[in-house]
């Protein structure tokens, strides 16, 4: 088929998709040959490419999909004025398209079989209005389904951590299929709208439990951990390596003046180090983050600290440090707690070091929205007016509490 007769029948299509959308399908459809509707034609180079052209055009219409209009003043077979939609299915047919009405049709009935998921429903009718959120569209049908069945089979390991390769084996006999779908996947567990900024392969995974590595749950300070078999021991220096599976308790000493999580390694580690000076509270490594078994081990410590002990979160001042830090009030709220941020505001901070990079509006609006939402209202206001990001490693390792009580 001519290249431009497939152009201009696919944008008879695209009118026809957008006209079920609407609900619109008994509105005659048609797609006039002027520079205005479809330049491509009046632009062939040669006669030789319009008799190609036309008889592309003359094979749809033999094919039941299109009556095409010709122009009586140009002589026979000399202009078409315009190609009128006859029959949409038929236009189908003739392209080897699965138009959009057929696409969600066909994902609607195989996600039949699995309980209904906000997230699908929500591409789903996207899909209907003849939008693509984020670049995933009706083509992707298989991938959609596919990423409804991981989310599904998650149900049967609430709060532990699944090695994602050998999950995907599972499911899929391919280590790399769930791999593949991580925009789906991002889209369908995001609470923030069709624009939302796209997460890291690391927040999405981590925030459904899939994990590449198994990570120990590390712990510095002023606690005792009591395990499942009844031993207990307190946290020695310079940190304790936590098999999340084996904590029954942490019991957090009275006398800790803080608890504090954070994102990083390098930062973690430097702490742990005293190059933060002696730790008076408590510190756990989210390893990005935060699993489902993280979270665990979390609502163990928070349920043991004594009330008026400030809980803290210290992580990258950006977008995917602001999206770890709402995971982790979500977890202390449950335990009644209030998650403060530390070091994180972008105004303090660029006052003494050079920023990483500049936010953009999105990651802006993005990160604000969240600041609101945890009353975390310092923090916004220094979004607003500096809009840089930090990375955590970029900063000298600093406590909450700058006081400090022997710990023995």
């Not at 002990?309 to 202390?332: K, M, N, T």
Request: charged share 25%; hydrophobic share 40%; aromatic share 8%.
């Amino acid at each position: 088929m001519s290249a431009a007769a497939r152009k201009a029948l696919e944008k008879l299509l695209s009118r026809a998709e957008r006209a079920w959308s609407r609900n619109s399908e008994d509105a005659t459809l048609a797609l006039r040959m002027s520079a205005a509707s479809f330049k491509d034609y009046l632009e062939l180079p040669t006669r030789r490419d319009t008799d190609e052209f036309h008889a592309a055009m003359r094979a749809a219409e033999r094919a039941g999909a299109i009556r095409i209009e010709w122009d009586s003043r140009a002589g026979e077979d000399g202009q078409i004025l315009r190609v009128v939609l006859m029959d949409r299915a038929a236009l189908t047919n003739h392209l080897g398209r699965t138009p959009l009405w057929d696409a969600c049709s066909q994902a609607a009935a195989r996600l039949s079989e699995f309980a209904p998921h906000e997230g699908a429903r929500r591409l789903l009718e996207k899909w209907q209005i003849g939008k693509r959120p984020r670049g995933i569209g009706p083509d992707r049908v298989d991938d959609l389904v596919d990423a409804v069945r991981v989310l599904h089979g998650l149900d049967e390991y609430s709060g532990e951590d699944i090695p994602v390769r050998q999950y995907s084996v599972k499911l899929f006999n391919d280590s790399k299929r769930i791999e593949t779908l991580l925009p789906v996947l991002d889209f369908l567990t995001s609470e923030e709208d069709d624009e939302g900024m796209a997460r890291t392969a690391e927040e999405i995974l981590g925030g459904l439990g899939l994990i590449r590595h198994p990570q120990p749950a590390l712990a510095a300070g002023m606690a005792r951990v009591v395990f499942t078999n009844g031993d207990a021991i307190r946290i020695p220096s310079p940190y304790l390596g936590l098999a999340p599976q084996s904590v029954e308790c942490i019991e957090v000493d009275p006398r800790a003046r803080f608890i504090l999580t954070v994102e990083n390694y390098t930062t973690f580690s430097e702490i742990c180090r005293g190059k933060a000076g002696p730790i008076q509270g408590v510190v756990l490594y989210t390893a990005g983050m935060p699993s489902p078994s993280f979270l665990t081990v979390y609502a163990k410590a928070l349920e043991s600290t004594p009330a008026g002990i400030p809980v803290y979160h210290w992580g990258d001042i950006d977008l995917g440090g602001y999206r770890i830090a709402e995971v982790l009030s979500s977890q202390a709220l449950a335990m009644g707690k209030n998650l403060l941020l530390w070091n994180m505001n972008p105004e303090d901070i660029s006052r003494n070091h050079t920023p990483w990079r500049s936010l953009s509006d999105k990651e802006v609006g993005w990160m604000k929205q969240i600041a609101e939402r945890n009353q975390w209202l310092h923090e916004y206001i220094g979004i607003d007016s500096a809009s840089v990001a930090f990375e955590q490693e970029m900063l000298k390792p600093a406590l909450p509490d700058g006081h400090w009580q022997k710990y023995p």
